[in-house]
């Protein structure tokens, strides 16, 4: 087999795993609670595939080789989702307060910072191939106007009236901002950057990295859009967009082991830029 023959496997395995459990979800008759408990433990499993995809990928990369340290960050972070949604469904199944496992936020915050400094590896690396300055003012302009649309569209009219206080706003809030601090606005800076560079198969990997992390962003935005307004219900069909989103992130992974097959095995060179090639 080759490098990304394995990954490649795996992928497809969590591309089939999430149709079937979008689908169980959609048109199952499990009682709600066992739905969500479900939905947790099925999101769990298949994250923890993309995550260990994207190790995987990032494993055969050379040592000093940058891309082994941008995509194993993106790994991480992706394992640090999937260990909060088991923290989650064991939550759900057995209670809070019948285990002793740590909040799940404390994962999910994990993630943030993982993906979030990964998107920074990756900005380093490029910024003496690009003009730094263009990406940038769109990517902080893109935040801005995302931070308006959360304040105005969602924190005002809903948010603080159901609150009970400022705390509690606050932490409503919460994601739906780190969501744009740490995934929409970097991704919106390297998707930017690297197509100064003239796009192509060199970008592809990152596109698809950015891609995934503006989805799971939405996704996420979408959630708390319905808790807030009443309609969410745990296990239907917006607790799996994030999946795809990681799916994307897989493929942007597997993207960068073809092109390390193809190019950096026979030269020996990095491949963390497409002038190396």
Do not use: N
Not at 21 to 39: D, H, I, K, V
Not at 93 to 98: K, M, S, V
Not at 241 to 249: G, H
């Amino acid at each position: 087999m080759r490098r990304s023959d394995s990954p490649f496997v795996q992928f497809v395995i969590g591309a089939v795993a999430t149709l079937l459990l979008a689908m169980y979800s959609t048109f199952g008759s499990a009682p709600e609670q066992e739905m969500g408990y479900l939905s947790a433990l099925g999101s769990a499993a298949i994250v923890g595939m993309c995550a260990a995809v994207i190790i995987g990928v990032a494993a055969g990369f050379g040592r000093k080789e940058p891309w082994r340290r941008q995509w194993m960050l993106v790994g991480l972070g992706i394992a640090a989702y999937s260990l909060a949604h088991l923290a989650v469904a064991a939550r759900a199944a057995f209670g809070a307060d019948a285990l002793l496992l740590p909040s799940p936020d404390v994962f999910y915050f994990a993630q943030y910072l993982l993906i979030g400094a990964a998107f920074v590896a990756v900005a380093q690396s490029y910024r003496p191939l690009v003009d730094a300055r263009r990406p940038a003012a769109a990517a902080t302009l893109f935040g801005a106007l995302a931070v308006a649309a959360l304040w105005f569209g969602l924190v005002v009219p809903y948010v603080l009236p159901q609150s009970d206080g400022i705390a509690q706003a606050l932490r409503t809030a919460l994601y739906p901002a780190c969501d744009i601090l740490f995934l929409f606005v970097p991704s919106a800076y390297v998707a930017l950057s690297v197509a100064q560079l003239g796009g192509g198969r060199f970008a592809r990997p990152w596109f698809l990295l950015s891609i995934g992390a503006v989805v799971l962003a939405c996704a996420r935005a979408a959630a708390v859009w319905l808790q807030v307004t009443g309609g969410y219900e745990p296990g239907t069909v917006v607790d799996y967009v994030p999946l795809l989103a990681f799916l994307l992130m897989a493929a942007g992974a597997l993207a960068a082991a073809r092109l390390a097959e193809e190019f950096m095995a026979p030269a020996k060179v990095p491949l963390s830029a497409p002038s190396a090639a």
